[in-house]
Nanobody
Framework: QVQLVESGGGLVQAAGSLRLSCAAS????????LGWFRQAPGKEREFVATISWSGSTIYYADSVKGRFTISIDNAENAVYLRMNSLKSEDTAVYLC???????WGGGPRTPETYDIWGQGTQVTVSS
């Protein structure tokens, strides 16, 4: 059973930065794309970014474009989310997810498309 484990969340002031990490328990990046989602209390899970298994194709939500950067390290079996210029509205639980490459075409943005999920890491931005 493949597991995804997120880390790096915490409390940060507005305009600050954080880097989230997502580690896979086994090598899967050659067969899966990786994505980040977030979920705030009382809201639906929201797409943040996704990256292909090669790292060559990336998509971002408009709300984070220019501020967040997703990257992948196949040697480390890890995907990262660098978050700059954080805003209070970025406060949420951030979740890492993997989608089989057969479903990745166009960069999936719906949670239902993803096959494997981590437990999430809390990010709180204070204004």
């Amino acid at each position: 059973q493949v597991q995804l484990v997120e880390s790096g969340g915490g409390l940060v002031q507005a305009a600050g930065s954080l880097r989230l990490s997502c580690a896979a328990s086994m090598r899967l990046f050659s067969s899966y794309g990786l994505g980040w989602f977030r979920q705030a209390p009382g809201k639906e899970r929201e797409f943040v970014a996704t990256i292909s298994w090669s790292g060559s194709t990336i998509y971002y939500a408009d709300s984070v474009k220019g501020r967040f950067t997703i990257s992948i390290d196949n040697a480390e079996n890890a995907v990262y989310l660098r978050m700059n210029s954080l805003k209070s509205e970025d406060t949420a639980v951030y979740l890492c997810a993997a989608v089989h490459y057969s479903k990745w075409g166009g960069g999936p943005r719906t949670p239902e498309t993803y096959d494997i999920w981590g437990q999430g890491t809390q990010v709180t931005v204070s204004s």
